[in-house]
Each structure stands twice: as C-alpha cells, then as structure tokens.
T-cell receptor, first 110, second 116 residues
Framework: GEDVEQSLFLSVREGDSSVINCTYT??????LYWYKQEPGAGLQLLTY?????DMKQDQRLTVLLNKKDKHLSLRIADTQTGDSAIYFC??????????FGAGTTVTVRA | SAVISQKPSRDICQRGTSLTIQCQVD?????MFWYRQQPGQSLTLIAT?????????ESGFVIDKFPISRPNLTFSTLTVSNMSPEDSSIYLC?????????????FGQGTRLTVV
C-alpha cells in the first residue's frame, strides 16, 4: 500500500537546524520528494532523492534516507523566518504518480 | 524547471454549477496529473491525463464528476461538475519535467475553489 506519515508540527528557533521526519510504506518507491508550501501558494519542489542513495545535500538542505526502515528526513540548516511553511514528503508510486504525507507545519520563532 | 500556469487562480462558485480549470505547460509532456488538496489536508491524486487517450482516474474519483481533456502535449483542463461545498479545495496540475529523466515533478500554483 501507499501510506506516507509525517509529524504535523515543528517549532524551531531562528538560526537552529530543523529536522522533519517522514516514513513511507512502499518499498518499491524509486524517488522520494520534499515539497514546500507557503500560505496561499502552490507546491515548490525543494529536493528529491533516488532510493539507492543514503544522503543528498543541497545548500542548507540535507536529505537522509534509511531504506531499511523506510524513513526519510529533511534537515534545514540555519533555519530562517522564510522557512516557515508546510513541508510535504512524497513517494513515487509508479507511473510518475506521487503519494503525499499530511504535511509538517514548520514555525520559525525569533 | 517546467513552468506551469493554471487558470483561474481562485473562484467562488454556486453549488450545482461547474467550473473548468485550465493548465498550460511551457514544454511538451506526455503525462499531466491533477491533484486535489482539501482544506488543511494533503494532496490526493485525482487522475492522470495522457494526450490522445482517456484520463485514468484514481479510486474515489469518476469521469462524470471530474471530466478531463488533454487536447495536446502542453494543455489540459479539469472540470469540477455539479459542485457542492465538499468540492471546495485547491486543485493542482502537475507534470514531470523531461529534464533529469522525468524525475522532477512540478506543480502549478493551484486553483482555490470555494463552493457556496
């Protein structure tokens, strides 16, 4: 089955690192994605990782993948107020379709 | 990245009416996807729209309620028919960019629909 789970809320102090966690169930997922949604806006593709990789780094973003545990995380270094948003984890489920988690609302406090 | 334009960006509609949402992509793509995001919820795939064939609907979604057109490789429409307040959602169009082997999935800015 296709089921992606995320914690719903995360509060972080400005300048600290944020870590958003996600678990998925489809072991055949080829790609796993992180999207950002700001209030009133569409989805912005932040990064994605191929399932045969353990880690991917892109500037302030680090994605870690534990395929054995089907666990994905997104670390945002030096979190800024502009990082306040909803972050969605998604897994590919075949034919380029995506299954999304419920989203983690990240609030950055001064 | 693929540039995806959706129209309208938002609308308020009367129950029982229909709304057609347009999605225009700046490059030719084989598959286009329509998702729904209900208030405070995650995204759910409605259907896959392939050019030259009938759309493929996910469980819980039917063609009579959500007819889709795909007249060419850069354009698609989704109609929300006979609307009720439960159809109030954000509807998003998505494509996979041919760059990097179609691994990158991009979304339009969405159409925010309110049914009253």
């Amino acid at each position: 089955g296709e089921d992606v789970e995320q914690s719903l809320f995360l509060s972080v102090r400005e300048g600290d690192s944020s870590v958003i966690n996600c678990t998925y169930t489809d072991s055949s997922s080829t790609y796993l994605y992180w999207y950002k949604q700001e209030p009133g806006a569409g989805l912005q593709l932040l990064t994605y990782i191929f399932s045969n990789m353990d880690m991917k780094q892109d500037q302030r973003l680090t994605v870690l993948l534990n395929k054995k545990d089907k666990h994905l995380s997104l670390r945002i270094a030096d979190t800024q107020t502009g990082d306040s948003a909803i972050y969605f984890c998604a897994e590919s489920i075949g034919d380029y379709k995506l299954s999304f988690g419920a989203g983690t609302t990240v609030t950055v406090r001064a | 990245s693929a540039v995806i334009s959706q129209k309208p960006s938002r609308d308020i509609c009367q129950r029982g009416t229909s709304l057609t949402i347009q999605c225009q992509v700046d490059s030719q793509v084989t598959m286009m996807f329509w998702y729904r995001q209900q208030p405070g919820q995650s995204l759910t795939l409605i259907a896959t729209a392939n050019q030259g064939s009938e759309a493929t609907y996910e469980s819980g979604f039917v063609i009579d309620k959500f007819p889709i057109s795909r007249p060419n490789l850069t354009f698609s429409t989704l109609t929300v028919s006979n609307m009720s307040p439960e159809d109030s959602s954000i509807y998003l169009c998505s494509v996979n960019s041919p760059r990097a082997g179609f691994t990158e999935a991009f979304f339009g800015q969405g159409t925010r629909l309110t049914v009253v």
